[in-house]
């Protein structure tokens, strides 16, 4: 408002009123305020108020539904006192920081914002019934010196106009209502009110009248005509009593169009708006930077540790062993091999996985003779260019259908392989090894890994007497059909047979059990394998961070991502309790998927987060719980390549975009395959390994977990430029590490940092403008820029120790090397 003021009006909703910049004169009943930057005050349901303003200012108006929220809040009568002027209180800065809480959500403008708007609404309306909510005895009627029931008497009346001035009351059909004379109720709502029935029905009508004239379009006849008026001529006369002034005036007034035109007016107000969406989002981005500066920050806090070199361990790699391609059809894409052949130059995986080897797309069986001939031509491509590039096959068996998932729940292609019976599944695997030996000989094949797939296993809907034989059978896995197991036990069994039939010192095994969806089965199956014949040289699972959300009977009813920030720890942990239970406890165990998501369509995935997600769980789980291997899902975008996905980045879930630029989850392997064999420490952020001849190396990481917005917004929904406004904190990791009991001289010391600004394909995109027409010198051009920086120095150890220190950014790798140089010595 600038040099404005408006009349005394009135509304059912709840209005709080927030002050971002200027004054503002807020008069209510006989009670005037004097708002500055920063306070607030709450107008109850039904009290009469004005503004008046001196000069130009800001502010924000609430408003609470009256009904929803004491419906709500399960309380009748509801009256706040919530004033920040002169009604101090100790939860006055929480109210503050929620309500721009509030209103930096509102100034997103998410189409999915909803579900964040409702959490802080609903925060905000909780600390208003916690702290600010008095018995309407307090204060309505705190004037009235009468006796209690005549202060209730006269407060369900009062409720009773406010809530039905719409109609045409009168002073007979109250005074029936409450069981009282209409002469007692006439004198006795004047002595205590100071006004009669009709005036003050009058003030309740012309007060929400005029916020229907200021806040409305309706005509003003319909206006008069829905507060209880019973024509316009009665409103006028009522109006201009009141306030000497009609009602088409005091709206012309208010509105600003006596005097300018209509179309000038639009103009003018939305570029008020233009200004007032600006000056608020500088005020909140002010108050959260002063809030910020005034909390304990721990980026002035050196996190320093020191290392001392004493007994060292072996530091299994274990998270390199297994590339996920993903669909072998994809194996044949020239762009595949190429970025694969990229990989193994630089980073040397050992096994390639992958399914669908004997798809329908490749074209392995002929039926045209009226016999069943085999042609392994597209399978031996495959396995000729992954044999040629020194990559063993890790081939998932059965008909695994290729699904790309945008979300939890939401999938955008499903790709089905036709079923066989067990006796063809036999016959074409049996053909299909006995042509693999002839063309690589045995010796090669049997260092493949073969995994057969297995279908979830379904729940059963099965009549149940009561809820009490319900539940036993839910604990007891009674509703697990234990004929699925049955006849995946005889299908594995099968399969191995015949492998170790011809290839004795094969590993097969199984069954891709996904420990988000199946992981409460886990114990079930491993303790019913345990019984058959036949069992798996390894157990397979696959570990995304979602947990089973259940009903009140402890069934599965969705799935929710889980908020562990140590998920993949605690279930393998579960899972090694598991096989010891069962009997498995030297089993070996292949995590042969894991990511933050089985999401493609999530930017996240081509964010520098993804970098210090992969290095903080692989040093978290390092020699933990005997993993072998740990395949991360998956290597390229070109597995999800569908329509929807022209950009340059679509959120794929792979380490190579589909144009083969490196993403920071490319770069996170790049720099923990310059870790030594010799585990020296490693803590919360950071792993110090060695090799022969005191080469050393250093890896720390600055992780940030998600905080409580990214669980309220659907999967994948947040812009290209919103992912890193989901994290706990922006704050920088101030390290310093200690490394004690190195051979004194000259030391060459190399650090390569991968960060926001170093080696991040999504920021370099968003800085390129996010353009979806990308040239191919352009991607040429994000291929050479797209990498971590780098940097060399030499320090001279004298004290037999080196003090490594830095601030790490949010969601940074940094690798520092050190070796000894001899020719100094």
Wanted: glycine residues 4%.
């Amino acid at each position: 408002m600038n040099n404005k003021s408006n009349l005394e009006h009135a509304h059912r909703d709840i209005e709080l009123i927030y002050m971002i910049k200027g004054q503002l004169q807020v008069k209510i009943s006989n009670n005037t305020y004097h708002l500055n930057q920063s306070d607030f005050i709450l107008v109850n349901s039904n009290e009469f108020h004005s503004f008046q303003s001196e000069k130009d200012n800001l502010f924000v108006v609430f408003h609470f539904n009256y009904l929803e929220l004491s419906s709500l809040l399960a309380h009748k009568n509801l009256v706040f006192n919530c004033n920040s002027i002169d009604c101090s209180h100790s939860s006055d800065k929480e109210f503050i920081v929620v309500i721009e809480e509030l209103l930096s959500v509102y100034m997103q403008q998410h189409q999915d914002s909803e579900v964040e708007s409702l959490e802080k609404t609903f925060k905000l309306i909780s600390l208003l019934k916690l702290k600010y909510l008095k018995s309407s005895n307090q204060l309505e009627i705190q004037s009235y010196s009468t006796s209690k029931g005549q202060n209730e008497r006269l407060a369900e009346i009062m409720e009773y106009i406010q809530s039905n001035y719409r109609e045409p009351l009168t002073l007979e059909e109250v005074a029936g209502l409450h069981y009282i004379s209409v002469p007692y109720l006439s004198k006795f709502f004047k002595k205590q009110t100071g006004k009669t029935f009709s005036q003050y029905l009058n003030e309740i009508r012309l007060a929400h009248a005029v916020n229907e004239l200021v806040n409305s379009n309706k005509p003003i006849t319909r206006i008069a005509l829905d507060n209880g008026f019973p024509n316009l001529a009665a409103f006028n006369r009522v109006f201009n009593e009141s306030y000497q002034l009609k009602p088409v005036e005091y709206r012309k007034q208010m509105s600003g169009a006596a005097d300018k035109e209509v179309v000038s007016t639009v103009e003018i107000s939305n570029q008020e708006s233009k200004e007032a969406f600006t000056e608020l989002r500088q005020y909140l981005k002010s108050s959260e930077d002063q809030r910020f500066q005034t909390l304990p920050s721990s980026t002035d806090a050196l996190n320093s540790e020191i290392v001392k070199i004493g007994k060292l361990e072996v530091n299994t790699k274990y998270w390199n062993k297994l590339l996920n391609v993903g669909y072998a059809r994809d194996l044949l894409n020239s762009d595949m091999q190429e970025q694969i052949t990229q990989l193994q130059n630089e980073l040397r995986f050992t096994y390639a996985r992958f399914w669908g080897l004997f798809g329908d797309d490749m074209l392995v069986e002929d039926r045209s003779g009226g016999t069943i001939t085999f042609n392994f031509s597209n399978p031996n491509k495959i396995l000729d260019f992954l044999v040629k590039h020194k990559l063993r096959p890790f081939i998932e068996l059965g008909p695994k259908p290729k699904i790309i998932q945008k979300a939890i729940g939401e999938t955008i292609v499903v790709q089905t392989i036709s079923e066989r019976s067990l006796e063809d599944w036999k016959n074409l695997y049996r053909a299909f090894l006995l042509q693999c030996i002839e063309r690589y000989g045995i010796e090669e094949v049997e260092t493949w890994y073969f995994e057969m797939w297995k279908p979830h296993m379904d729940v059963f809907n099965t009549s149940v007497q009561d809820k009490k034989d319900f539940l036993d059978k839910v604990r007891n896995n009674q509703f697990v059909d234990l004929s699925q197991l049955k006849e995946y036990f005889n299908i594995f069994s099968e399969f191995k047979k015949n492998t170790t039939e011809l290839i004795p010192l094969a590993k097969v095994g199984g069954c891709g059990l996904s420990m988000d969806l199946e992981g409460d089965k886990l114990d079930l199956l491993l303790e019913q394998w345990k019984k058959e014949e036949i069992q798996p040289d390894f157990l397979s699972i696959s570990l995304y961070p979602i947990e089973i959300d259940r009903d009140k009977y402890r069934v599965p009813v969705k799935n929710l991502h889980s908020n562990n920030p140590n998920y993949v720890l605690g279930k393998l942990n579960e899972v090694r309790k598991a096989l010891k239970k069962a009997g498995f406890d030297g089993l070996e165990l292949n995590v042969t998927e894991w990511n933050i998501s089985i999401s493609n369509r999530n930017y996240l995935n081509d964010s520098c987060f993804k970098a210090t997600y992969m290095v903080k769980n692989i040093v978290e789980n390092l020699n933990q719980n005997k993993v072998n291997m740990l395949g991360y899902w998956l290597f390229s975008d070109i597995f999800s390549d569908f329509r929807d996905s022209k950009n340059l980045l679509h959120g794929g879930a792979g380490m190579v975009t589909k144009t083969g630029i490196k993403k920071p989850s490319y770069h996170a392997f790049a720099l923990l395959k310059q870790l030594g064999e010799i585990l020296v420490a490693k803590g919360d952020h950071y792993i110090v390994t060695k090799r022969s001849g005191d080469r050393y190396q250093v890896i720390c990481f600055n992780y940030k977990h998600f905080n409580y917005s990214y669980y309220l917004h659907p999967e994948g929904s947040m812009g290209i430029d919103e992912q890193y406004d989901i994290f706990e904190n922006n704050e920088t990791l101030n390290l310093s590490l200690e490394i004690q009991g190195l051979v004194n001289g000259r030391y060459r010391i190399r650090e390569l940092r991968l960060n926001r600004n170093h080696g991040s394909v999504l920021d370099e995109w968003l800085k390129f403008g996010a353009v979806d027409d990308m040239k191919p010198d352009e991607v040429e051009y994000f291929k050479q820029i797209c990498v971590p920086s780098m940097k060399v120095e030499h320090h001279v150890v004298e004290n037999q120790s080196i003090v490594l220190k830095g601030k790490l950014k949010p969601h940074e790798v940094r690798l520092i090397e050190f070796n000894l140089l001899f020719n100094d010595l």
